[in-house]
């Protein structure tokens, strides 16, 4: 009988299901939740539930989430259940307390632990005292990056839980190299944006304060100054980040040089026009699926010294890493890679050839199947020692929120 594995995750879950259908080729019977409406999973046959769950709500309304998980995983009787994403790690755990194995994917620490806020320092000791916390209903930890691994051995986060280090969820060359073909061609997109043949410094991602657009923004006239026909287009939501969101009037301000185009669904073509991937992020990243993305499209990528950035871009090999916020330093790399055309090709074949060895999705899905395996053999699992009652769990993370509050 094939197990049964329920992977749940966030609003942008479908990006995940290149993975979710190599675990099906692998035997598994796999049931996606997420926050989404699901129409992404239908296409590709995969069974999907959806729950109602707010990333920018806060704790103290994540009870009906919990709920709703709590009343699935009745439904679907999963053998193994999957997580990522930072709430949904929190969440799921709380809503199985023992009943399933879980694994959780750490994919970045985010917000909390990237920004300076008054905000995000005062919740810096709740989300730690939740981690340990839900550490008691986690069969196995796993990490994207090295550094977040150490971060939560430090802290003493993991509890009974183990810890495993699994680099990003796996990208499918082959499909990308695909996706890419069947696209525009790079002269096409360019004419069809009004960018013929100027430099084309791209951005691909959710354009916020966290993912450091100000920086870039600010970059940008430094970075014209030494190449006046270069254009930077940035490519991502903005609308639906809330309160983090960058004002639209400041992308305006660097009109023409700047051109916002939103979400797409054609990235792999809009990379392959671009000649410098810049990725200037304030988050703990996992590792950033546009990180790899920009590395198998043969672009030198200019990155910050954050985790997840920094196992993708080797310094001076593949690109450049610069400092979180400097906005000079950034743009200085940009120009040195727009300077030297044949240098900035070939970091570019490097990145194609180290995303290909580290991330490729076959050997990161293997990893995954691996680390199931161990745990449905090895049943039970967790903490039986301490089994908790869904009222002794409540009370534990109310006084974590409680304490954020004060």
């Known amino acids: 009988m094939n197990p049964h594995l329920v992977c749940v995750g966030g609003e942008d879950h479908a990006l995940r299901i290149p993975f979710l259908l190599a675990l099906r080729d692998r035997g598994f019977r796999i049931t996606a939740v997420s926050s989404s409406d699901g129409a992404a999973f239908a296409r590709h046959e995969l069974p999907h539930r959806q729950y109602a769950f707010d990333r920018f709500g806060s ?24 997580s990522f994403d930072t709430k949904p790690n929190l969440l799921m755990p709380l809503a199985g307390r023992n009943a399933v194995p879980i694994v959780r994917t750490i994919n970045g620490l985010g917000w909390v ?3 300076e806020e008054p905000r ?43 810890g495993r280090l699994i680099g990003s969820s796996g990208i499918d060359a082959d ?11 790079s002269d096409g997109l360019r004419n069809q944006l009004g960018l013929g043949v100027a430099e084309i410094v791209l ?24 190449r006046k026909h270069a254009r930077f287009v940035l490519v991502g ?17 660097l009109a023409p040089h700047v051109i916002a185009l939103g979400a797409r669904s054609d990235v792999p073509a809009l990379l392959g026009m671009a000649d410098v991937f810049a990725f200037p992020t304030e988050y703990r990243e996992g590792v950033p699926r546009v990180l790899l993305e920009a590395g198998l499209a043969g672009l030198p990528i200019v990155a910050t010294r954050m985790p997840g950035c920094s196992d993708v871009v ?9 400092a979180p916020r400097d906005a000079d330093a950034l743009a200085a790399r940009i120009v040195d890679l727009l300077r030297d055309p044949i240098g900035a090709r070939v970091m570019g074949a490097r990145s194609v050839a180290l995303v290909r060895e580290r991330f490729g999705l076959t050997q990161v899905v293997e990893q995954y199947c691996d680390t199931y395996r161990q745990i449905l053999n090895n049943r039970p699992i967790g903490d039986p020692v301490r089994p908790a009652s869904s009222r002794t769990a409540e009370d534990g993370l109310a006084r974590e929120l409680r304490a954020g509050r004060q």
Not at 141 to 151: C, G, H, I, K
Not at 237 to 253: H, K, L, N, T, Y
Not at 314 to 322: A, H, K, Q, S, T
Request: net charge positive.
């Open 237 to 253: 939501p903005r609308d639906s980040e809330g309160p983090f969101s960058v004002d639209q009037a400041d992308i305006d301000r």
């Open 314 to 322: 080797e310094d001076c090999r593949n690109g450049y890493l610069v």
């Open 120 to 162: 995000a320092l005062a919740l810096r000791p709740v989300f730690c005292g939740l981690q340990r916390l839900v550490s008691r209903w986690t069969a196995v930890t796993v990490f994207q990056n090295r550094e977040d691994q150490a971060f939560f051995e430090r802290r003493r986060m993991l509890g009974p839980s183990q």
């Open 59 to 82: 704790f103290g309304g994540a009870w009906a989430a919990i709920r709703q998980l709590r009343g699935l995983m009745k439904e679907l009787r999963p053998d193994i259940v999957q």
């Open 203 to 226: 951005f691909v991602g959710r354009l916020t304060r966290q993912k450091g657009i100000p920086t870039l923004l600010k970059a940008i006239p430094a970075v014209l100054a030494h």
């Open 175 to 185: 499909a990308f190299a695909m996706a890419q073909q069947s696209g525009l061609p």
């Open 113 to 115: 632990f990237s920004s």
